[in-house]
């Protein structure tokens, strides 16, 4: 595990940030430098000013300009990645086990391994490596499902705290519909639940904290959903759980409780779990007024792109949804989603807005499913890419063009670009757990929640000397990876350093 370095006094860093307070819209602050106070204190930015200013910023904070940490050509700050969904004891098998609809999926590989954490030490092995992943991937932040084990989830919060990351860790609830011997009692549950709430409190670190965590409907009835509310509203804790994520979902909860026509979002919402800090993983098959009764309780969507494709039947709407007041972070969703890196959930989301602009291409042009035949004479007002008017060779298949116009509305509706996914996976998912005052964006007043980025490395990709910095770090998000992370601090600690 990377050792976590700490430090009693304030001290500086200065180089190139790029961060994005706006949607799509990041910011770049070329050769700035950042003053970051004391650990203890929570490693605050005290102040952001140019380069030439060091001096004087220095003197006014009694900092050696030699100790400053000094970012070299080709190196970039960025704020710390936050990744909304994490199952911890499936990390085993991340990178397997894509090949089964979600409910099947669970019993024949998700239950079985869980059930294994009944064993605290084996577990908390799982758990160290997943902490020192996830930290070398560029996580700061995360929100993550441990098991019905208490033991092993106060393992789990125990090994985030070592990395130094900010944790928010839920010991799952279950009372029905689960396999012999991973299943729990109503009573059971609660009476957990409220011993690990309380545990996570004496830890007394504010990195740390406890969520209310129903597994889904399938596997929690309503006392236990209603118990479990109460929890959240006396403790005041954040809540995370999974909400009508595929269809066989779907059809699973509405077996369970036919008498409800409005879905997981109403039984959620009846027992209390739609509230400020609640986090709901997928929701690719909410309805317009489950998404606005979210909007309107302020409970945020995880948005797991990766594992969509997989299991969620459905491409996540995230302009749509936000459009209608929800928040929106993205989530890793390791192991439905087979790679622990943000980066490759920020790509995913990207390519799953391009996969639902072309679904509706598809609903807006039926005409798709029968080509029309080819043409046999030029087409003399078809543009060649200057949009001059040709006579070139007849195409075939005219009838599949959608008119530039509809395609700009559909684009405009649903694209989201490396710049879209990066606010997500920063400001979006600080959004979500009432961060956005300590996390997601490097501003005076927040923590030092950071990752030193190295373009250097060509093992990713090249730099070359046409690109400016925001090229660069477009190019980190869409092709970089862990060899190009240098350094993370969170809250102005240094929890990861790779080796030179």
């Known amino acids: 595990m990377s050792k976590v370095q700490a430090t009693s006094t304030t001290w500086a860093c200065r180089g190139?940030?790029?961060?994005?307070?706006?949607?799509?819209?990041?910011?770049?602050?070329?050769?700035?430098?950042?003053i970051i106070g004391p650990t203890e204190d929570g490693g605050t930015i005290q102040a952001i000013c140019s380069g030439d200013k060091e001096p004087e910023v220095c003197s006014r904070f009694d900092i050696d300009t030699q100790s400053i940490v000094r970012l070299e050509e080709g190196e970039l700050l960025c704020p710390g990645f936050i990744d909304l969904h994490v199952h911890a004891p499936q990390y085993s098998y991340t990178g397997t086990a894509t090949d089964r609809p979600v409910m099947e999926w669970l019993n024949t590989y998700a239950f079985p391994r869980e059930t294994a954490h009944s064993d605290s030490d084996a577990a908390t092995k799982e758990y160290m490596k997943l902490c020192n992943r996830l930290v070398a991937h560029g996580t700061t932040t995360v929100l993550i499902f441990g098991t019905i084990y208490k033991a092993a989830c106060q393992r789990l919060a125990l090994c985030l705290q070592a990395q130094g990351l900010r944790g928010f860790v839920g010991k799952v609830c279950m009372d029905r519909q689960s396999p012999d011997g991973y299943s729990e009692t109503t009573s059971?549950?609660?009476?957990?639940?409220?011993?690990?709430?309380?545990?996570?409190?004496?830890?007394?670190?504010?990195k740390i904290h406890a969520v209310v965590t129903p597994r889904f409907v399938p596997t929690c009835t309503p006392e236990l959903l209603q118990g479990l509310g109460q929890l959240a509203a006396q403790f005041d804790t954040p809540i995370q759980s999974h909400i009508s994520e595929s269809f066989d979902e779907v059809e699973y909860s509405s077996a369970l409780h036919p008498e409800n026509a409005g879905g997981d979002t109403a039984l959620f919402d009846k027992a209390g779990l739609l509230r400020q800090r609640a986090?709901?993983?997928?929701?690719?098959?909410l309805t317009d007024p489950e998404l606005k009764v979210l909007g309107q309780r302020g409970t945020a969507l995880a948005h797991c792109p990766l594992s969509n494709f997989f299991f969620g039947d459905r491409v996540l709407h995230v302009r749509h949804a936000m459009q209608l007041g929800v928040k929106i972070g993205l989530g890793t969703d390791v192991a439905g989603g087979y790679s622990p890196s943000?980066?490759?959930?920020?790509?995913?989301?990207?390519?799953a807005s391009r996969a639902l602009c072309m679904s509706q291409y598809a609903t807006m042009a039926p005409q798709l499913q029968t080509p029309a035949p080819p043409q046999t004479e030029p087409n003399p007002t078809r543009?060649?890419?200057t949009g001059v008017a040709t006579a070139a060779s007849a195409e075939p298949g005219d009838s599949f063009c959608i008119p530039a116009g509809s395609r700009k509305e559909v684009q405009a509706a649903n694209l989201l670009d490396w710049k879209g996914a990066f606010w997500l996976a920063t400001v979006g998912g600080a959004q979500a757990l009432g961060l956005e005052k300590i996390c997601g964006t490097l501003e005076v007043g927040k923590a030092f929640d950071a990752l030193r980025v190295d373009t250097r490395n060509a093992a990713a990709f090249d730099v070359f000397p046409a690109d400016t910095p925001m090229d660069i770090f477009q190019k980190f998000v869409n092709l970089g990876d862990d060899r190009n992370i240098k350094a993370v601090w969170v809250g102005g600690k240094l929890v990861h350093q790779k080796a030179s």
Do not use: Y
């Open 342 to 351: 943000m980066l490759n959930a920020m790509r995913s989301c990207v390519i």
């Open 188 to 206: 059971d549950s609660l009476a957990d639940t409220e011993a690990f709430i309380k545990w996570v409190q004496q830890l007394q670190d504010d």
């Open 279 to 285: 986090v709901m993983a997928h929701g690719t098959c």
């Open 383 to 385: 543009q060649n890419l």
């Open 16 to 34: 190139t940030i790029v961060h994005i307070k706006t949607f799509a819209q990041p910011q770049l602050l070329v050769d700035h430098i950042v």
